[in-house]
Nanobody, 126 residues
Framework: QVHLVESGGGSVQAGGSLRLSCGQSGYYWYCMAWFRQVPGKEREGVAAVVSDDKTRYADSVKGRFTISRDIANRTLVLQMNSLEPEDTAMYYC??????????????????????WGQGTQVTVSS
């Protein structure tokens, strides 16, 4: 049973920072990523790490967000700086292995994301 637990969400003012963490049940995953969704809109990919160190970011977060994985602890982190009101969303951690998917915001990735967390809310006020 795969269990993902996100933490670190909250409310900040524009320009602030948050650090999201995703703990999982101890497996190694080829692909790990963060997604976000606003009610009424399609879920979009924010950042992904493939294999150990290949990263990809949505254009809207490049230069502001950094994704990293702690292989030993099986933890995924998203450092979010210079937050904007447009970043307000529910953020989800997802993991999976080799596949091929076209992901909104990230393009084609050699990944199938099979397991998802429950989400953590990020709210950025202006």
């Amino acid at each position: 049973q795969v269990h993902l637990v996100e933490s670190g969400g909250g409310s900040v003012q524009a320009g602030g920072s948050l650090r999201l963490s995703c703990g999982q049940s101890g497996y190694y995953w080829y692909c790990m990523a963060w997604f976000r969704q606003v009610p009424g809109k399609e879920r979009e990919g924010v950042a992904a790490v493939v294999s150990d160190d290949k990263t990809r970011y949505a254009d809207s977060v490049k230069g502001r967000f950094t994704i990293s994985r702690d292989i030993a602890n099986r933890t995924l982190v998203l450092q979010m700086n210079s937050l904007e009101p447009e970043d307000t969303a529910m953020y989800y951690c997802a993991v999976g292995n080799v596949g091929m998917r076209a992901i909104k915001g990230l393009g084609a990735l050699p990944c199938d994301f099979d397991y998802w967390g429950q989400g953590t809310q990020v709210t950025v006020s202006s």
